[in-house]
């Protein structure tokens, strides 16, 4: 068995321009947030993808004590999507418009104020790390989900932007650039929306994750899965697979889910982010290549308040080895 190391994970997504709240807060999207060695933030760090708001999104990712601090785009990003901001920024931004706020935003996010705020932007693809806690792990990432209300990032629903031809359904157009390569090689899955029938429930019983970033991470089996979107889907749950790749001509299972508390919990004196501990200390470690832990990691509520927690998630990540 490779040899792993302990490594402490704070997940958030949709925080939409969000402030954290003050430190004595009664709520956990607050300042003073647990160190970790790393944080993952999966998209929608703005309403309308304004430079400012990215600008606010730095300074509220600069007050997480964490080394290392990924970040994706999400749908409301837009001036993040060069093709879709070309082609609707003048109808959302309206007076505000700027045909030159692509380059900007790209700017500011692979620029000094991020590297000052120890943030990674990661455009859509597989990309390694290392931490100094001997942890060497790989990411796949993407911000694109099912078309939603005409926003950024966006593809069909019958179009397969995550799995090669050859892992597609009969049914789907084959679309991937950047497809995600096959178990054991991806250790975190970082997506702004969720699979289907993971964490993506709306209230009237409908569920708008994605069938084929479904197939993808069952294929995948990451440790982690991360994502956000669907506001009212926000929660975790441990997966377990089968080796059944759903096709959707049948009702056939693919994996079996266990709901995980959400609460806010008490870590080291005072109200904590909802806390999940799957690592080898704990009462029932994750079986890598086996299972999956999910994460809705949205701050914002369905009603658009950032009323959620974030997530600390205690993780074995693989050991670096010369």
Same mark, same amino acid.
């Given at each position: 068995?490779?040899?792993?190391?302990? %490594?402490?994970?704070?997940?958030?997504? *949709?925080?939409?321009?969000?402030?954290?709240?003050?430190?004595?807060?009664?709520?956990? @999207?607050?300042?003073?947030?647990?160190?970790?060695?790393?944080?993952?933030?999966?998209?929608?760090?703005?309403?309308?993808?304004?430079?400012?708001?990215? $600008?606010? %999104?730095? /300074?509220?990712?600069?007050?997480?004590?964490?080394?290392? #601090?990924?970040?994706?785009?999400?749908?409301? *990003?837009?001036? =993040?999507?060069?093709?879709?901001?070309?082609?609707? &920024?003048?109808?959302?931004? !309206?007076?505000?418009?700027?045909?030159?706020?692509?380059? #900007?935003? =790209?700017?500011?996010?692979?620029?000094?104020?991020?590297?000052?705020?120890?943030?990674? @932007?990661?455009?859509? &693809? %597989?990309?390694?790390?290392?931490?100094?806690?001997?942890? #060497?792990?790989?990411?796949?990432?993407?911000?694109?989900?099912?078309?939603?209300?005409?926003?950024?990032?966006? @593809?069909?629903?019958?179009?397969?932007?995550?799995?090669?031809?050859?892992?597609?359904?009969? @049914?789907?157009?084959?679309?991937?650039?950047?497809?995600?390569?096959?178990?054991?090689?991806?250790?975190?899955?970082?997506?702004?929306?969720?699979?289907?029938?993971?964490?993506?429930?709306?209230?009237?019983?409908?569920?708008?994750?994605?069938?084929?970033?479904?197939?993808?991470?069952?294929?995948?089996?990451?440790?982690?899965?991360?994502?956000?979107?669907?506001? $009212? &889907?926000? &929660?975790?749950?441990?997966? /377990?697979?089968?080796?059944?790749?759903?096709?959707?001509?049948? $009702? !056939?299972?693919?994996?079996?889910?266990?709901?995980? *508390?959400? !609460?806010? /919990?008490?870590?080291?004196?005072?109200?904590?982010?909802?806390?999940? *501990?799957?690592?080898?200390?704990?009462? !029932?470690?994750?079986?890598?290549?086996?299972?999956?832990?999910?994460?809705?990691?949205?701050?914002?509520?369905? /009603?658009?308040?950032?009323?959620?927690?974030?997530?600390?998630?205690?993780?074995?990540?693989?050991?670096?080895?010369?």
């Amino acid at each position: 068995m490779a040899a792993t190391v302990k %490594t402490r994970i704070l997940v958030i997504s *949709d925080t939409h321009n969000a402030p954290l709240y003050g430190p004595n807060h009664e709520r956990a @999207y607050r300042e003073a947030l647990p160190k970790v060695d790393l944080v993952l933030h999966c998209g929608d760090m703005t309403e309308e993808g304004h430079l400012h708001e990215y $600008e606010n %999104t730095l /300074t509220m990712l600069s007050k997480i004590d964490a080394e290392m #601090k990924l970040v994706i785009a999400g749908n409301h *990003d837009i001036s =993040l999507d060069w093709n879709y901001y070309e082609r609707m &920024g003048k109808e959302v931004h !309206k007076e505000l418009h700027d045909d030159d706020l692509t380059r #900007k935003a =790209l700017r500011l996010m692979n620029g000094r104020k991020a590297m000052q705020a120890g943030v990674t @932007y990661l455009q859509e &693809g %597989t990309h390694t790390f290392r931490l100094s806690n001997g942890a #060497k792990f790989t990411v796949w990432a993407t911000p694109y989900q099912p078309a939603f209300c005409n926003w950024a990032f966006a @593809y069909n629903g019958d179009q397969d932007r995550f799995n090669p031809t050859g892992h597609t359904t009969k @049914y789907a157009e084959p679309i991937a650039q950047n497809p995600v390569p096959s178990s054991p090689n991806i250790d975190i899955m970082m997506t702004h929306g969720p699979p289907l029938g993971h964490l993506d429930r709306m209230p009237n019983g409908a569920y708008l994750g994605c069938r084929h970033l479904q197939r993808a991470t069952a294929r995948v089996k990451p440790r982690l899965h991360c994502f956000g979107h669907i506001h $009212e &889907g926000r &929660g975790a749950e441990r997966v /377990t697979w089968t080796n059944i790749q759903p096709d959707y001509d049948t $009702e !056939k299972s693919v994996a079996s889910q266990e709901a995980i *508390d959400g !609460k806010d /919990t008490i870590l080291e004196g005072q109200i904590q982010p909802s806390h999940v *501990d799957v690592s080898k200390s704990s009462s !029932k470690p994750l079986q890598f290549g086996n299972e999956t832990l999910m994460i809705n990691a949205s701050i914002m509520d369905g /009603t658009n308040h950032p009323n959620f927690a974030p997530w600390v998630v205690e993780l074995d990540l693989p050991l670096y080895e010369d």
